[in-house]
């Protein structure tokens, strides 16, 4: 039983140290206004946006990470399935490209690339994950 709790908690940290070393990846990006960076992290849905249906559409959302960073996700809903009830307070983890912007970045590529030359992204939500 002790050992079984040694290794939760370190499981724990562990991924508590990953996610806010993306948080740092992610900070650094901003800071220095980088973009085309593939990176793993999570947040906290902050706000819900309306679609934006102009030649691909994309689900919108803010997340605010743990570094109080906010990202803009913006989720191509023609290649990959629409996160059902999400709200705001809902956690998302996230895997895609992130772009540079003055209001903390874009997270996109969240799906599979159908010709296989990007890597593949996605969400995951619940549980569930969306790509």
Known sequence: MKHFIA???????LT????????RQLGNAFKNQQ?????????????????DN???RHQKF???LANQQTLLVAHNIDLAPRISNLK??????????????QKGGVMHWTHKDPRNKH????????GKVYQ
């Open 35 to 51: 973009s085309d960076i593939q990176v793993k992290g999570s947040g906290t849905v902050l706000r819900l946006l309306p679609d």
């Open 62 to 64: 803010i997340l605010r």
């Open 54 to 56: 102009d030649g691909s």
């Open 88 to 101: 705001v307070g809902d956690r998302v983890e996230f895997y895609g490209e992130y772009e540079w912007t």
């Open 7 to 13: 290794l939760l908690l370190a499981g724990f940290f």
């Open 16 to 23: 508590a140290y990953n996610l806010h070393a993306d948080d």
């Open 119 to 126: 890597a593949h992204g996605w969400l995951k939500h619940k």
